[in-house]
């Protein structure tokens, strides 16, 4: 007699990269999130800490164009 669920009673034998990332074990499961949210904290960390480019000089003098009379 068989289970009610995805492949509920079948045991998968996975290799190579789909015996740590696979949607039908919770470790596997588990990693997916796991490398989903580093992804996302990596990309933040990125952004966040390059460097900024300088920002322009700021006109300390008062250059105007009016003549006094």
Known sequence: MRMAGH???CQHQFTGFH???NAY???GRRNYVIATY???????LFFKLRSKEKAPAAITENKCC???L
């Not at 580093?38 to 933040?44: C, D, E, S």
């Open 7 to 9: 492949d509920a009673g």
């Open 66 to 68: 009016v003549v006094p």
């Open 25 to 27: 074990t919770i470790t």
């Open 38 to 44: 580093t992804g996302i904290a990596a990309i933040y």
């Open 19 to 21: 015996k740590y990332f």
